[in-house]
Structure formats: structure tokens, C-alpha cells
């Protein structure tokens, strides 16, 4: 049985990472979105760890080291990387103001506790904990893409949203190794198809604001 | 058993690519429709050897992993298969003749055989995945066929309502089969017989089964696709899809409520009995009200379909009540009538086809006397007539008669709903029998008697030897199996003992070729003694009136016989003959009613009279549908515009309305 100190410890990393979530749905410039991004991987990939540790599952460390390398590292990386070449690295424009969006990320995780507690009252209480706030984060990450207009903020909460899904998996126990690495590689070849994506909609339109494009598909708002 | 009818589908799915590759040399036509004529007559043969013996079963390796394809040729199957093999090769046969006429044979020929194939699979189907599987792929070849000449006005409206109509007798079946699979989820037609639903989900299966056949056979309501679909397809093709193709959605229907189904419900025989016998009143109304041939007989499918079904609720009935014997006879009934429908269906759209390649022309009020420039059309059209007009000594009579021996007798049934049900029902029948006469007397007629109305039906030439062959062969199975009722009836008796529990006695033991349903003292049918009769007295009658009458000397009066006038335009027509039954039903049922404009005395305006009809069903169950599928895509048609965030903002405002629904609900 795991004792309580391992239940904490893996109670606050993930508090932890929904706090970072919070964190970035609070940021307006890019370059802090991008960092807080790779503090949340990093978060994650402490997180995995643990999980790896107290599971005794070796197989986590291998999740936990491409959170680290991929997420933490690599994609904000190239992500800041982009965000200097298109010389986007001024404020960004949320369309709902942020005091609302943080209440309104306040209530996402206020539903998915109220969700997912009554749900996993027969499973093992880690794996009940993480599952309910790894349900927050994703939420999270939606209420990101939904309220902002810049299409690399529309990543970073993309990618935060998948962290969250990782989060429930690891802690889910027993999720094969094969899944999670698939699952890395669609996100790494989603993250490359965004960002050509990027490039080209900036090449036709001179901006990544996603209005541009609204406009010249003549729709109305 | 079943591994010969397996290998004909295969090999008429084989010549369906072969089709696809000769479809534009010469002699694709002889290779497609000789093909098929062969692997028709094959299954024909297979079909008539194991009619009489037990079922053997198949377990393929095909379709879904987990279930694999079973197939079965059981009595029921095989007796259906005797319907589907003798319908395609009388077609195919036709068709080497009727295909010659084609514009484009590479948009009929692939999918011919593909159409036979389904037809043949459907009937040998022995889990739900197969069966719908091969339902489907019937209803697809034979939309394709019906689309074939998609450029005539109206065809790819057709078209439309039929693809329409064939997805919701699939979605009605899909469902059917998910009731009867249950929780267990086994889908193979064994499993589902060993399960016994509960009442409720009897009942419904029963209604979606209803619903699912119901529509590809032509029940009323669920008919609007035939007299659509049926003109609009090759005449080869018609006679299939109305002699073969709603026999095999009436298989299905068998299949699954009396096989499927378990134990019959009286009030489940109820339901069936009202729909057959509306079905079949309103089928021949609708006959009568119309003048374009194809589409008549379409209409008439209409009410041979509610025969059928009436046949099949007094079974269901019977069976109820734990009268088998009743319960086989009125089974009996409807597949004999099945059989019956088939051969004189299949010989009148032939008719029908042999008139239009002749003359280029649907529309009786543009023909007339015909039966001078094609005597043997006119002869097999004729047989088909008497016999779908149920007049003894033909087939039409045979089966029509039996079902109404299953009729009388309904006073051994104890529920009162059945008792005042059945009579009803007898009525309705009567009713449609006798309009189906007024109307194939309206069809023959003005098609085919008095004079040309117009220029091409002057010019008409009798038709290919193949055609009248296939015609003659249908017209003298007409009459045989009239004669001689007794042994359809005898290869009926497995089919009814597999799915009553009984079968008629044995009539070829009785003497004299005479059919017996139930006792001596009640009532007996001789077709034989009634064909003597009515050659002799026939032929006492002609004699009689070439004796006295013809060869009496007579000069022409200024009378002229009824001819005053030399136009063919005041001759009879199509219109005038059934515009009696059109006031007295009409008027009720079609709200029919005709306006006559009278010019103000002076003016040089022709006076006119018009005709209003208007159809029922389409206006009150079709018409609102469409609008409202209409509105509703014209509502929802702004969602195809929004922006990338509203798309993202309406994902992410169902994830939480769906949470907030599951934490409040629990």
C-alpha cells in the first residue's frame, strides 16, 4: 500500500501542475507563455517520475525522460524559436479578460472534482486525486485554446491539455509504454504540422491572429 | 448443401467485374445476361432439389472478425430461392433480347449480376451482419440500376427517394437485429432464435421488422419509392426489383417474426392483417388512378404485397392460437401467392418492356390496338392480366382462393380482435381482388385493344424472340401452377412444417388434381375441371356467335357501330375508364374531384376539363417530413460558417455541459 507521505508528494505535484495551468491561462506575452509551458512539462516530468518511483514501474521513467527532453525542453524551444522568427514576441490579445478566464478556470476545476470524486470512489485514492485534477488541467488547456486569439498561445494550450491527459494516464497504473510513446510522436508531429502551418498562414497573411483568417474566409464574427 | 448457391454468388460477383470490363464490346449483353441466365437457372436447380431437405449451415471467415459469415439453406430459404432463381433467369433470358435496345449497356451491365448476388445472399444470410450486408448491397445495385438513365426527367428524383427510402428499411432491420441480439450481442440468426425476447422487445422488434422489410417490399405507407423506381428502371430490371426484390424483403419479414421472433402474438397478427389489407386497397386504388403502364403495375406490386401480408397475419393469428394447421394453410397461402406474384409480375413488366421497346411509350393513352401489331406481347400480356386479376383457372386465383379458405376460418379464433379483424379483412380483399380486375381490364384495354391513338403505336413491330419466349415461358408457368396447385402446394409443406409446426395435407394424393385445404365438406378447387370448363364453354360461345352473328349478311348502317367518329381520340381512355371507381373512392380517398371550364357563350376559347388528384400519404406523411428536413438543414446551415474558435468554443461547451450533466446527475 502506498504510505502517506508518497500520496502527498504525488497529490502536490499534480496541485502543482494544475497551479501552473492557472499560471499560464493568466499570461498575455508569448515568451512567458512558452516558459511557463516548459514549466509545465517539467512539472509533469516530475510528476511521471514519482509516479514511476512509487508504482515501481521503470517503464514511467522513460515517459517521465520524453516529458522532460520533448515537452520541457525541445518544443518550447523551437517554440520561442518561432515566435522570434515571426517577430510575434510583443503582448497577445485574449479575447475574454483575464480576471473572468481565471474564474472561469476556477469553476472547471470546481466541476471536474465534483465530477471525477463521486466516479472513483472505489479506486485507489492516488490515481482518484490525479485523475480529478488531470481532468482540471485539460480543462484548462480547452479554456486556453478557446479564449485566446494568437495561434502559438492556441498551442501551448493544446499542449498543456495533453499533459493533463498524460497526467491521468500515469497515474492510472499500467498504461503501456507503446501508448505513451505513440502518443509523444502524434504530439510531435502535430507540433511540426502546427508550426508549418504557422508559417504559412503568416507567410499569406502576415500574422498568426486567426481573425486574419476568419476574415478571408468572408465570414462574420 | 449451401456450398452451391455460395459458389453461384461468387461467380455471378465475378461476372459483375467481368460486366464492368465488356460492358462496351458488342457482345458484353450476350456474355452478362447469358452468364447470368446460367447461374440462375443453377441456383434454380439447387434450390428445387433442397427444398425438401434438412438445413445445412457455413461458417465463413469473411465480414467482422469476432462473427465471421454464417450461411443457411433451409427449406424457407431454399424455397425463396426458387422464387429469386426462376425471376433472374426468366430476366436474364429476356433481357439478351430487351438489352440490345440499351444506350448505355456499361451503366446496367456490372451491376446486373451484382444485383442477383444480393438477392441470392440475402436469402442464404444466416447472421445479422451477412444478412445486412447483403441487403444492402441489393438495395445499392439495384439504385444503380435504377439510375442508370439519369438524364429522363424525374429519374434522379427517383432515384433520390429510393436510396432514401432503401437506408431506412436498413436502419429499421439494423435496429431490429440489435433488439433480437440483446445483451449477449451473439448476431448469427441461431442464437437469436434460442433467445426469447421479453414481450416488449418482441413487440417492437415486430414493428421495426414491419418497418425494415415492410418498406423495400411496398407497404403502405412505405411504398412511395416503387412506382417511382420501378418506371425508372430497365424493364428487365423492374420485373426483377418487383417480381424477385420485394419477394426477398417479404423473406425477411418471414425470417425474422416467424423464426427470429419465437412464439406469435394475436395482436402482432392484428397489426400485419391491418397493414396488408390497407396495403392492398390502397395499392390497387392508386393502380387505378394511374395511366402510365410501368407505374400501374408498380401500384399493383403495392397490392399484391398486402395480400401477401394479409396471408402472413392470418398465420401469425392461427399460430397464436395454437391452430398449426390454420396456421400452415394461411402460410401457405402467402407463399403461394408469392410464388404467383413473382411469375405474373415478372411476365407483365416483360409485357410492358416489350411495349415500350416497340413504341417508345409508357403512356396507355398514346397506344391502343396494339394487339394487331403484336399478337404474342398481347397473348402473354393477356395471361398475366387474367391471372393478377385472380380469375380462375389461372395461379392468381389459386393463392387468392386459399387465402381466403385460411379467412373462414377465423370463427375458431377466440379473441374478439381478430374476429372482427379477419372479416374486415376478407372484405378488403374481395374489394381489392375485384378493382385489380376493373383495373387490368383498364390496362389491357386501352393498351392493347381498339386503334392506335398515335402515330407510334401505329407503327409498332412484335418484339425479339427472346422477349416473347421469356413471356410465353412465364404465361405457361402462369397457367400450370393453376392447373395444377397441388404440387406448389406439396413443396410448400416443409417451408410451413419448419415454421408452424404443420403442413396442408397432401394434395397430389387427392383425386383428380383437385386441392383440398382443409376437408372435403368444406370446399375443394379443381383448376383443371375449371380450364375444361371455360374452353368449352368459351369455344361453345365463339361458335355460337360465328354461327349466327358473323356470318349473317350485314350492310353498315350509317350508325357505324359506335365509330361515328374516325379519330382514335374519342375512343375510350385510360381516364374515362376509371373515372367511375374515381368518383365513388376517389373522391374520398384522393380527394379527387374535375373542374370543367365552360367558355362564356361567344368566345373561341375551347372548353376544358380538368382532373385534380392528389395523393394522400405523400401529402400527409412525406411532404411534412421533407419540409422538415428542409428547415431544419436551412437552420443548421450557418454552423457550416463559423470561425475556429466558435468550433473550438462549442467542443469545449458540450465537454462541460456533459460534465455538469453526469456531476448533477449522480
Known sequence: MISGFAFDVSHMLAGLLVLVSFAMLYQDRLYAVINVLALHAFVLAISVAWQAHIQHAPHLYITALIALGFKAIAIPMALRRMVFRLGIHREIETVVSIGLTMLAGIAMVALSLMVMLPVTAHVDPVAREDISLALSVVLIGLLMMVTRRNAVSQVAGFLSLENGVNLAATGAQGMPLVVEISVAFSILIAFIVVGIFLFRIRERFDTVDLEALDRFRGERR | ???????????????????????????????????????????????????????????????????????????????????????????????????????????????????????????????????????????????????????????????????????????????????????????????????????????????????????????????????????????????????????????????????????????????????????????????????????????????????????????????????????????????????????????????????????????MDHLGGLIHRMPKTAFAFLIGCIAISALPPLNGFVSEWLTFQAILLHPDLPQWGLKLAIPADGALLALSAALAAACFVKAFGVTFLGRARTRVAADAREVDGYSTNAMFVFAALCLLAGIFPGAVIDLLAPVTQALTGAHMPKQLDVAWLSIVPVETARSSYNGLLVLVFVTISASLGVLAIHRFASHALRRAPAWDCGFPDPRPQTQYTAGSFAQPIRRVYGAVVFRAHDTVTMPPPGATAPASIEKHIADPIWDALYAPIAAAVWWMSQALNHLQFLTIRRYLGFVFAALVILLLALALWQ
Open chain 2, 1 to 363: 448443401m449451401i456450398a452451391l448457391p455460395l459458389g453461384c454468388i461468387v461467380l455471378l460477383m465475378t461476372l459483375a467485374l467481368v460486366g464492368a470490363v465488356v460492358a462496351r464490346t458488342a457482345s458484353g449483353g450476350r456474355i452478362v445476361y447469358g452468364g447470368s441466365l446460367a447461374i440462375s437457372l443453377a441456383l434454380l436447380l439447387i434450390a428445387l432439389l433442397s427444398i425438401g431437405g434438412g438445413s445445412s449451415t457455413v461458417t465463413l471467415p469473411l465480414g467482422l472478425p469476432w462473427i465471421g459469415a454464417r450461411f443457411q439453406l433451409d427449406p424457407l430459404a431454399a424455397f425463396f430461392l426458387v422464387v429469386v432463381g426462376l425471376g433472374s433467369a426468366g430476366a436474364s433470358y429476356y433481357a439478351l433480347g430487351y438489352g440490345r435496345h440499351e444506350p448505355e449497356p456499361q451503366r446496367v451491365l456490372p451491376f446486373y449480376p451484382a444485383f442477383l448476388a444480393g438477392l441470392t445472399l440475402v436469402v442464404v444470410a444466416a447472421d445479422a451482419f451477412s444478412f445486412l450486408f447483403a441487403w444492402e448491397l441489393m438495395s445499392l445495385a439495384s439504385w444503380a440500376l435504377v439510375m442508370s438513365h439519369d438524364r429522363e426527367p424525374g429519374n434522379a428524383n427517383a432515384g433520390f427517394v429510393y436510396i432514401v427510402m432503401a437506408s431506412f428499411s436498413g436502419l429499421a432491420l439494423l435496429l431490429c437485429f440489435g433488439l433480437l441480439a440483446g445483451a449477449t450481442g451473439d448476431f448469427s440468426f441461431a442464437a437469436m432464435q434460442a433467445a426469447h425476447p421479453s414481450p416488449g422487445i418482441a413487440a417492437l422488434a415486430l414493428v421495426l421488422a414491419l418497418i425494415g422489410a415492410g418498406s423495400k417490399a411496398g407497404v403502405v405507407p412505405l411504398h412511395a419509392w416503387l412506382p417511382l423506381a420501378h418506371p425508372a428502371a430497365p424493364s428487365h430490371v423492374s420485373a426483377l426489383m418487383s417480381g424477385v426484390m420485394t419477394k426477398v424483403a417479404v423473406y425477411g419479414f418471414i425470417r425474422i417474426v416467424f423464426d427470429l421472433l419465437g412464439a406469435p402474438t394475436w395482436w402482432g397478427g392484428v397489426i400485419v392483417l391491418a397493414v396488408g389489407g390497407i396495403t392492398a386497397v390502397l395499392g390497387v386504388l392508386y393502380a387505378l388512378m394511374e395511366h402510365d403502364l410501368k407505374r400501374l403495375l408498380a401500384y399493383h406490386t403495392v397490392e399484391n404485397i398486402g395480400i401477401i401480408f394479409i396471408g402472413l397475419g392470418l398465420a401469425l393469428a392461427f399460430g397464436a392460437n395454437l391452430l398449426p394447421a390454420a396456421a400452415a394453410l394461411a402460410l401457405t397461402a402467402a407463399l403461394f401467392h408469392v410464388f404467383n406474384h413473382s411469375v405474373f409480375k415478372s411476365l407483365l413488366f416483360f409485357g410492358s418492356g416489350a411495349v415500350l421497346t416497340a413504341t417508345g411509350e409508357r403512356d
